[in-house]
């Protein structure tokens, strides 16, 4: 079964950085395409990045684009979200996902993916 733990949540100051990781266990993970989504109170889950098997294309959600940067080490089974100029409108559970069957085109979606991890807590004060 495919299992994705997530790490690197936590409480920070408005500009502050954090760097967050997503490991995946049961299946080939250079294989499938990667997403992260967040979650703000009372909000809907909303899409923030997506990155390809090989890590060769990546996609950000306007909001995030320029501070945030999604990376993958394939050989160690990760997938990264580096946090950079953080706002307090950023503060959301964030959730990694993967994809099973390639469908890059459709990467913002939350039902392009089929396994989720548990989410972690980013909290960024004013």
């Not at 790490?7 to 990667?34: D, P």
């Not at 950023?90 to 959730?95: E, H, L, S």
């Amino acid at each position: 079964q495919v299992q994705l733990v997530e790490s690197g949540g936590g409480l920070v100051q408005a500009g502050g950085s954090l760097r967050l990781a997503c490991e995946v266990s049961g299946r080939t993970f250079s294989s499938y395409n990667m997403g992260w989504f967040r979650q703000a109170p009372q909000k809907e889950r909303e899409f923030v990045s997506a990155i390809t098997g090989s890590g060769g294309s990546t996609k950000y959600a306007d909001s995030v684009k320029g501070r945030f940067t999604i990376s993958r080490d394939n050989p160690k089974n990760t997938v990264y979200l580096q946090m950079n100029s953080l706002k307090p409108e950023d503060t959301a559970v964030y959730y990694c996902a993967l994809d099973l069957y390639g469908r890059m085109w459709y990467s913002q979606r939350i039902d392009n993916y089929n396994y989720w991890g548990q989410g972690t807590q980013v909290t960024v004060s004013s």
